[in-house]
């Protein structure tokens, strides 16, 4: 059984919460424990993944960045991607990416809910995916 670590950025909680129940339903439908950790925001996900590497066989990044009227969406979405790419490419760590980036809140919610585009659950099945693929290539 896959031990998988959810990490939410509760900038948005609401928000994050949708994601989260998407996520944690498809880790449950496929039988992974899982526990779940808080941070303030996007950025620090890769940090927190980073820390718990050793512990975790998997990870969902989960969390909500909405265009601004600044150019602080531009750093936080692409920093935390970039991290997050890193880990996945020079660590090898299986990885779902559910932080959603997008211009407004109904763009948001389209996207949390389970019940429209899920992508908690999207991202809880393509970390457990990876770690397939991973354990293929041991």
Known sequence: M??????????????SDALAAGA????????ASYERITVPGA??????????????DAFVALG???????????IVSGESARGIMDLT???NVAIGNGIITVEDEDQAWAR???????K??????????MLEIKNQFR
């Not at 944690?24 to 039988?31: H, K, P, R, Y």
């Open 43 to 56: 950025l620090e996900i890769p940090g927190v993944i980073r820390m718990a590497m050793n512990r975790y």
């Open 120 to 129: 908690g659950g999207g991202a809880a099945r393509a970390a457990l995916r």
């Open 2 to 15: 896959p031990k998988v670590l959810l990490i939410e950025a509760r900038f948005y909680e609401d928000i």
């Open 89 to 91: 490419v020079q660590h």
């Open 112 to 118: 949390a809910k389970m019940d429209d585009l899920d």
């Open 64 to 74: 909500c960045v909405i265009r601004g009227e600044t150019t602080h969406y531009d």
């Open 24 to 31: 944690i339903a498809a880790l449950e439908t496929a039988g």
